[in-house]
Nanobody
C-alpha cells in the first residue's frame, strides 16, 4: 500500500494559480500511477489529472485541459498539480490518488476516478470570484 499526503491548497482569486503537491511513501511506488481527483460540495468526485509513473504519460479531465499540468519527481516520490487560470468552479477538495499500474486493464481507465484505490486526505482549494 502507498501512503499519500497532499499539500499546497488555499484561497486564490479567479485567474490566479496554485500548485498542489502529493508526497508518496511506501513500497514499490514506481509501480503506481498517480492522479488527482476533486470533489466540490454537493457534487460527485471528478477526475482531474493522472500520470503514469513510467513514461510519464498524462491524462486530463475535460474541464481542466489547457489550464492544469500534472508532473512528477521520481527522486522525491512526489506528484504535482500546477493549476493556472483558476475559476470559481475549480473550488473543491483535491485528493491525491494512486493505483498499481499492473491492475489497470485499459489506458482509458487512468482517466477515471473509480480506478484509484489509495487516497490522501485531501486539500481544500477555494477560488474566489
Amino acid at each position: 500500500q502507498v501512503q499519500l499526503v497532499e499539500s499546497g491548497g488555499g484561497l486564490v482569486q479567479a485567474g490566479g494559480s496554485l500548485r498542489l503537491s502529493c508526497a508518496a511513501s511506501g513500497r514499490t511506488f514506481s509501480s503506481y500511477a498517480m492522479g488527482w481527483v476533486r470533489q466540490a460540495p454537493g457534487k460527485e468526485r471528478e477526475f482531474v489529472a493522472a500520470i503514469r509513473w513510467r513514461g510519464g504519460t498524462t491524462y486530463y479531465g475535460d474541464s481542466v485541459k489547457g489550464r492544469f499540468t500534472i508532473s512528477r519527481d521520481n527522486a522525491k516520490n512526489t506528484v504535482y498539480l500546477e493549476m493556472n487560470s483558476l475559476k470559481p468552479e475549480d473550488t473543491a477538495v483535491y485528493y491525491c490518488a494512486a493505483v498499481r499500474s499492473s491492475t489497470v486493464l485499459y489506458y482509458s481507465d487512468y482517466a477515471s476516478e473509480f480506478t484509484y484505490d489509495s487516497w490522501g486526505r485531501g486539500t481544500q482549494v477555494t477560488v474566489s470570484s
